[in-house]
């Protein structure tokens, strides 16, 4: 469904997104798909044998195909989520179970569309955050046609903006 | 400055040689990556509305699709009895020289990407990067490299898709 730049408030929270809990099947699965062997993924006796991590690790690039979806189905389809930007903190261990969330930070009105801020993060069934970030979406205006596509980037006053 | 020696920060500004991927956009590859990172988003099949011209990949799809290509030396079987080997092949990473910095770990510390547009079932795709920065910063656990990777994929067209730039820790 289309969102528009007006619905959106500073300090709205999205609806998080729910990821597993993530097994030993789906870290293999993910693994298969790109076909990135890195033991510490499904070899739990190299992981913690030879690496000594406390289990097998989630992926990080599976973490962040996740941020992108979160975003990208967010934004809807005459949005775009143009910035994404996180930081690994923290390990993720097979078995947890994972909630995107988001929350918007600040508002920007560019010509044809308004672009939404947020802070975003991962955070496992215990609620410790593993992967901070913040992002960039633009929304269509009310009125106003879908965000172009291909995105074009607007150019804004503020150069503030433009490196957010 | 125990890391960051001269030799190192002459990486900085280095380039790849522009590097295709081996294999276009595949739907069967969409489809499992699709399943594995499980978003049913019908346009990864090009149903629904056909913004896209076609049936698209996932937004970070292209910087995963560099493999090894036929004729690459078959890394696992060399490593078979390596009891220290971790599985990965760096070399496939991001088509830049090594830095110089033998025995430090590779860390992933993150990303900031720019999205432009979702690459077509059958585009083929290539990637440029370089080496935007390197420095060096302490640690609890002791001195540390972040190295920024900057890396853009396009189509064959020249049509930008995303601009991914990195931060490698090393240490």
Redesign the interface.
């Known amino acids: 469904m289309r969102r528009n730049f007006e619905d959106v408030l500073a300090g709205d929270e999205l609806t998080v997104l729910v990821?597993g809990p993530l097994t030993t099947a789906?870290l293999m699965?993910?693994s298969?798909?790109?076909?990135?062997?890195?033991?510490?993924h499904y070899?739990l006796p190299?992981a913690t044998g030879?690496?000594k991590l406390p289990g097998l690790l989630i992926n990080?690039?599976?973490k962040?195909?996740?941020v992108?979806?979160f975003l990208?189905?967010w934004a809807g389809?005459d949005g775009?989520?143009?910035?994404?930007?996180?930081?690994?903190r923290a390990m993720n261990l097979a078995g947890e179970r994972l909630e995107l969330w988001a929350r918007v930070t600040r508002l920007e009105r560019a010509e044809a569309f308004g672009l939404v801020h947020l802070e975003l993060g991962v955070r496992n069934g215990e609620g410790k955050e593993s992967?901070p970030?913040s992002a960039v979406v633009a929304l269509p205006y009310r009125d106003g046609p879908?965000v172009p596509?291909?995105?074009v980037?607007p150019v804004l006053p503020s150069a503030e903006a433009a490196g957010a | 400055m125990a890391l960051l020696t001269d030799d190192v920060r002459s990486y900085i500004g280095r380039t790849s040689e522009p590097w295709f991927a081996c294999d276009a956009i595949e739907a069967g590859a969409v489809r499992r990556y699709a399943q594995a990172i499980m978003d049913p988003d019908p346009a990864y099949a090009g149903e629904g509305r056909d913004r896209f011209g076609g049936p698209v990949a996932p937004p970070l799809y292209p910087a995963f699709m560099f493999r090894l290509p036929f004729g690459s030396p078959d890394y696992l079987t060399e490593n078979a009895e390596n009891p220290d080997f971790d599985g990965l092949a760096t070399s496939v990473s991001s088509g830049l020289p090594e830095l110089p910095l033998p025995g430090l770990a590779l860390l992933n510390g993150g990303a900031e990407i720019e999205l432009f547009r979702y690459a077509r079932h059958g585009e083929r795709v290539l990637q440029k990067s370089r080496y935007a920065d390197i420095t060096e910063r302490q640690s609890k656990a002791g001195p540390m490299l972040l190295v920024i990777v900057e890396t853009t994929y396009e189509t064959e067209a020249g049509e930008v898709l995303l601009k991914v730039r990195k931060t490698l820790i090393r240490r």
């Open positions: 990821k789906h699965r993910w298969a798909a790109t076909e990135n062997w890195h033991k510490i070899d190299f030879h690496d990080g690039s599976l962040q195909q996740f992108a979806q990208k189905d389809p775009w989520a143009w910035k994404i930007a996180f930081q690994f992967t970030g879908a596509y291909p995105f980037p």
